[in-house]
């Protein structure tokens, strides 16, 4: 689904309960998914602001792979790419967050697990474990200092099974091993096991958590507001909630509320400043050390741009969901290209880099439902890396 869309879906989720709202499924999507011609922009910057250069990836090398149930598959053209029944996006095999790991840039993918890209002399690895991701939604990354966790939840309206039993919400991926471990369940905060945490968000040093009780015919949500997480443990492991608060919806709603696109790093701000001030942006920060994605808007609307954002030491650059990149080159000059078009109803919907490989996340879309997805690999234009 659109990328903005999922944001505010997942708010919904999280705060006015949409699963209650949603539709039965519908049928297959017939169409071809076709790669156009890239298309050029305005050369004119705004006033003031060092002009950007316009380039082109480089076609040679890209190749196209889609996603399925079983894992990633490569196809020599995209309109080979097998159609898909449309799920809801909760459901489906799609690049829901990327990071920025000690170890390098890593995908998150609903229902499999973490995509590695792999460097010159390391090859790729997706690294799955069917315990954990087969019948939850992975909803994102949470970084901290000690570890690189990966946020779960199962969606009630969907998934039928009992989760009584297991409330583990909060994995571990351990990047040497390639393996994941439980890290925290809703009953380590004194939450009753039948609870689903269906957010968590770190919003300047606080970290705020939604959790949904499920009861024989009711639903009741809870909200907390935590000082350090994971809380920390004593000697035995147990979590010590001195520092965890409880709060009430409204206080919740307005502590996660999306930030001013101009409370963006400068580094982003710089880049994004080539777009005209009156255009509608909703860019998606990913994190580095620590944290989860953070969310940036300027403006609202239907015609707002939707876009994804990296900002290290090493790395600058946004990706929007039309194809445009704007990233900062070795030279400290913002260059501009466009990756293939999609047909309509296909978006790009995340991005990692990876040495000179742009790796760019495309999925089908049609509102709360998702068809075909998969993964872009294209090499970046020269002089950029």
Not at 138 to 146: K, M, R, Y
Not at 155 to 176: G, Q, R, V
Request: net charge negative; aromatic share 10%; charged share 15%.
């Amino acid at each position: 689904m659109h990328f903005f869309l999922f944001i505010q879906l997942e708010r919904i989720n999280q705060l006015r309960y949409c699963e209650d709202s949603m539709k039965n499924l519908l049928a297959i999507l017939a169409s071809v998914l076709i790669v156009c011609a890239c298309g050029s922009r305005n050369r004119n910057a705004p006033e003031n602001i060092e002009p950007a250069t316009e380039t082109s990836p480089t076609k040679a090398t890209s190749g196209w792979y889609y996603f399925s149930s079983l894992g990633i598959h490569a196809v020599s053209s995209p309109a080979l790419i097998p159609a898909k029944p449309f799920i809801p996006w909760t459901e489906a095999v799609r690049v829901v967050d990327t990071a920025l790991l000690p170890s390098g840039p890593v995908f998150l993918i609903n229902k499999l697990g973490i995509m590695a890209p792999g460097s010159h002399d390391i090859p790729p690895a997706l690294i799955t474990d069917s315990t954990f991701f087969s019948d939850r939604t992975a909803q994102g990354f949470v970084l901290s200092p000690t570890n690189a966790a990966v946020h779960l939840y199962r969606n009630t309206f969907f998934t039928a099974k009992d989760s009584s039993a297991e409330d583990i919400f909060l994995i571990n991926y351990h990047p040497i091993t390639g393996k994941f471990s439980p890290l925290l369940r809703a009953s380590d905060l004194n939450i009753p096991t039948n609870t689903q945490c269906t957010g968590i968000n770190q919003i300047g040093s606080m970290w705020y958590g939604i959790f949904k009780v499920q009861k024989e015919s009711t639903v009741e949500f809870l909200y907390r507001e935590f000082k350090t997480f994971p809380p920390k443990q004593d000697v035995n492991g147990t979590c010590l909630l001195a520092d965890t608060t409880s709060i009430d919806a409204a206080a919740y709603q307005l502590s996660v509320m999306p930030f001013p696109l101009n409370t963006l790093p400068d580094s982003i701000l710089t880049l994004v400043s080539h777009i005209p001030a009156e255009t509608p942006l909703a860019i998606n920060l990913y994190p580095t050390d620590s944290g989860t994605t953070q969310a940036y808007v300027r403006g609202s609307g239907q015609e707002i741009r939707k876009g994804f954002a990296i900002a290290s030491d090493t790395t600058t650059a946004v990706l929007f969901a039309d194809g445009t990149m704007y990233i900062r080159d070795r030279q400290d000059t913002v260059r501009i290209f466009k990756l293939p078009q999609l047909s309509r109803g296909y978006e790009y919907s995340g991005f990692l880099l990876s040495g000179k490989k742009l790796l760019a996340a495309w999925e089908e879309q049609r509102f709360y439902e998702t068809g075909r997805t998969g993964i872009l690999e294209i090499s970046l234009p020269d002089g950029v890396y």
